[in-house]
């Protein structure tokens, strides 16, 4: 098979495998959105007053060094995630995802709270390091709707729905952090001075923030299903307790009972069969709507009980999973530093952008030497940059919505993501220089900016996230791979608002302010060496099925190997005289 340099190859044709794909889980990838739009809210929202809110705090006099403590308080919350992200992966292949998931959430809300208190730096620092520490959220998920759509012909529309839900947050949070920052200063007659809101003037966006990520633990503890292979099969009470709940409901009373016709418990002889015959594959893997907790016809049905801990992973490694040697193959590895050099100049923009709009012109006049000695910025104030952000996320949901899916479905995700990765370098270079265009045709000019990055990142996440789902060697390693990928991402998303705030420090002080651009262009160019190098792994062209097979052969190995340490016993057991 023929491979260009985009990594085109000849496609079979999926006519055939139309009758056999699952269903989309519409359901349960809307659960999932409303957990994850709390943390882009959360995480986003900052950015439109972090500038000011150095200020206040007074720890420099220089306006220029701003920056670098501004790169701080963004960096402190993906310092802490690295150092915890490959644990939660690993907690939840344990444990499960949705328990993670939820202890996330409540990091999320725990660390909004202390950052709206914050009287300095150093509270506002701990409070995104408690955020850090307690969200592993990011490879979890991935890991999720990983296992909830096994089809890959559902892929580009599943991978961009998460992107798209962070652009909603990115519309929202940057609009509500810029609106209610400093409420006494914006709605005097509203909120007076000398109140807890003059005190603690950036309170009030976070108190918005975390209501909306208590929503959120709400939804994903009622409703969220889990999707951990084994895990599954025990029971949820807070599942339960969500499905009662909607019972009460006239119009959602038929999705509290067994709410997929077509799923694995439609019938009682389907629920039997994975447990007393392991000659045919577990129909439990051919959904994911459902889960045995929640079906009232497992309740009634008398099934021969295999014992509780017969899917329990803390078996022996060789039953249970695969080793660290087999999990990060050289594709899974090339993906990882890929998406983590992705990572590193993709917030490197995020954070630097904000602070680039807010810089005032310099007070003394700099000599000018182009094409590279130059300084600038847009002077604009926080409401101001909480629109332009706003603006970017409409876009970004816009193209999320109707265009990222055609051009994954259409190209691939390996052309898509080697292109990208070629050409994103050149975004860099020009950023800097919008400050030299003349005043009226500023804006236009920071449109086409805005678009280019915006439609540039929502395709490369996404190719990046399904390459990656694809070179797992076994379903059993996704969440340490993605948790393993969410720490290098969080690494990598630390040290580049650090390094770029410093390197903007220097360069507004030197006349170049187009220096941390520069060098996030170097560094695209260095993620595009990478990107040549990744391979369509031989799982991309694995059809449906042996994915399903693979994950059935799993629990299935799991089951025989309890059912056969049972008749060991039930054998040693001498008979009754």
Request: hydrophobic share 45%; net charge neutral.
């Amino acid at each position: 098979m023929r491979r260009t340099l985009f990594g085109r190859t000849s496609r079979p044709s999926i006519d055939d495998d139309d009758a056999s794909l699952p269903p989309f889980p519409r359901r349960q990838m809307l659960v999932l959105a409303i957990c994850r739009i709390c943390e882009p809210i959360a995480f986003m929202g900052i950015f439109p007053y972090v500038y000011f809110m150095i200020e206040d705090f007074h720890v420099t006099e220089d306006p220029n060094r701003i920056s670098f403590y501004a790169g701080m308080v963004t960096s402190a919350f993906t310092f802490a995630e690295f150092s915890t992200g490959l644990l939660w992966g690993r907690l939840s292949d344990k444990i499960g995802r949705k328990p993670v998931l939820l202890t996330g959430l409540v990091g999320t809300a725990l660390s909004v709270l202390v950052f709206g208190f914050a009287p300095n730096l150093t509270i506002a620092l701990l409070a995104r390091a408690i955020g850090g520490l307690l969200n592993g959220n990011m490879g979890v998920l991935q890991t999720t709707i990983s296992e909830l759509v096994t089809a890959k012909q559902h892929q580009p529309r599943a991978y961009t729905i998460m992107p798209v839900v962070w652009c909603l947050g990115s519309i929202i949070g940057p609009m509500i952090g810029g609106a209610l920052a400093r409420p006494c200063i914006s709605y005097p007659s509203l909120f007076s001075p000398g109140t807890i809101w003059d005190r603690y003037p950036y309170l009030l966006p976070n108190l918005f923030s975390a209501f909306i990520v208590l929503i959120g633990f709400i939804n994903g503890f009622l409703f969220l299903e889990e999707t951990h292979s084994h895990k599954k099969m025990e029971r949820d009470r807070g599942l339960e307790l969500g499905h009662w709940i909607l019972s009460k409901f006239k119009g959602f009373r038929r999705c509290a009972e067994s709410r997929d016709e077509k799923s694995k418990f439609s019938d009682r002889d389907d629920e039997m069969q994975p447990l007393i015959d392991h000659d045919e594959p577990l129909p439990s893997y051919r959904t994911n709507e459902n889960t045995p907790a929640s079906s009232p016809h497992l309740r009634s049905a008398s099934v021969p009980s295999i014992p509780q801990d017969s899917l329990d992973l803390n078996q022996s490694r060789e039953h249970m999973g695969v080793g660290f040697s087999r999990t990060f193959t050289k594709t899974v590895v090339l993906n990882i530093i890929s998406f983590g050099i992705l990572a590193f100049h993709t917030m490197t923009f995020d954070q630097l952008l904000p602070v680039f709009l807010a810089t005032a012109p310099p007070k003394n006049s700099v000599e000018m030497s182009l094409p590279l000695k130059f300084v600038g910025g847009f002077n604009l104030d926080s409401k101001t940059v909480g629109i332009i952000l706003s603006i970017q996320g409409a876009y970004q949901l816009l193209i999320n919505m109707f265009l990222v899916p055609k051009v994954l479905a259409r190209f691939g995700a390996l052309r898509s993501f080697r292109f990208i990765v070629i050409v994103y370098f050149l975004l860099y270079l020009a950023t800097p220089y919008l400050v030299l265009l003349p005043p009226a045709y500023r804006m236009v000019g920071l449109a086409i900016v805005l678009a280019w990055k915006c439609t540039f990142s929502t395709i490369i996440y996404p190719a990046n996230a399904i390459l990656i789902a694809n070179s797992a060697p076994s379903p059993l390693a996704l969440g340490t791979i993605n948790g393993f990928a969410a720490s290098t991402g969080s690494l990598c998303r630390a040290f580049g608002p650090t390094i770029s705030g410093i390197l903007y420090t220097v360069g507004l002080q030197s006349g170049y302010s187009g220096l941390a651009w520069w060098t996030s262009a170097l560094v695209a160019i260095g993620g595009a060496v990478v990107g040549l190098q990744i391979s369509d792994s031989a799982s991309q062209s694995a059809s449906h099925d042996d994915r399903i097979d693979e994950r059935d052969r799993d629990v299935e190995i799991a089951q025989q190997n309890q059912v056969a340490g049972h008749t060991h016993d039930l054998a040693a057991t001498p008979p009754r005289s």
